[in-house]
């Protein structure tokens, strides 16, 4: 059945080492979204993007973080130098916007710990 | 701006009725909704309600929506241990159905047997 699939899972790595993320939207969606969430801040937008062009990226630290859409099966948040405080459970998800319905289709996340 | 403000935490005896309140900033959203999050899974949407809407019933949930004191709420019938979960309100901002969406905080919902 179609589903949002982000990889990797379970991401442990060290400060200072560059971190990528991946995510395959749901075939036919055209918005795809990337969250933070962290016990502190909650769900946090980072960026999303149309039509694989970005709309918004105002949530992200630009110094470290890019996200981009290659092709429109693949969205990539890229993180470098990685440091302890971006450890959080990172979320992909996806729309359809014709569908008018507002629902997105979350991935399972990615939980990156930065040590 | 836009902001979402939820309860952090609700605990409930199974059976009981569970009632999930949110308040939003954005008089202008047209489109209110409520996901869920089971433990180690990402969100999933319940419900959502139309702005132009006050009430709308869903098998076990009730949304209400109170446009004049911009507060939306989730109430679950005859909660169940399956129902304990993190909810989520959520309004979509300023550019109607095709802008971001904006979370609140989440509220952990415990039901006890």
């Known amino acids: 059945d179609a589903r949002v699939t982000q990889t990797p899972r379970h991401k442990v790595t060290e400060m200072g080492q560059e971190v990528t993320m991946r995510c395959q939207p749901i075939?036919?969606?055209?918005?795809v979204f990337w969250y933070r969430q962290t016990m502190m801040q909650g769900l946090e937008l980072l960026a999303y993007f149309r039509n694989r062009a970005p709309l918004d990226d105002s949530g992200m630290p630009k110094d470290r973080f890019s996200a981009e859409m290659p092709d429109a099966t693949l969205a990539t948040l890229k993180i470098q130098p990685s440091e302890p405080r971006d450890s959080a459970v990172y979320f992909c998800?996806?729309?359809?916007?014709?569908?008018?319905?507002?629902?997105?289709?979350f991935g399972e996340g990615s939980r990156l710990t930065v040590l | 701006g836009e902001d979402v403000e939820q309860s952090l935490f609700l605990s409930v005896r199974e059976g009981d009725s569970s009632v999930i309140n949110c308040t939003y900033t954005?008089?202008?959203?047209?489109?209110l909704y409520w996901y869920k999050q089971e433990p180690g899974a990402g969100l999933q949407l319940l419900t959502y309600?139309?702005?132009?809407?006050d009430m709308k019933q869903d098998q076990r949930l009730t949304v209400l929506l109170n446009k004049k004191d911009k507060h939306l709420s989730l109430r679950i019938a005859d909660t169940q241990t399956g129902d304990s979960a993190i909810y989520f309100c959520?309004?979509?901002?300023?550019?109607?159905?095709?802008?971001?969406?904006?979370f609140g905080q989440g509220t952990t919902l415990q039901v006890k047997p």
């Open positions: 998800a996806s729309e359809k916007l014709e569908a008018n319905t507002g629902e997105l289709f």
């Open positions: 309600i139309f702005s132009n809407m």
């Open positions: 954005d008089s202008s959203s047209t489109y």
């Open positions: 075939l036919g969606h055209n918005t």
């Open positions: 959520a309004e979509r901002g300023r550019a109607g159905n095709t802008g971001k969406l904006i």
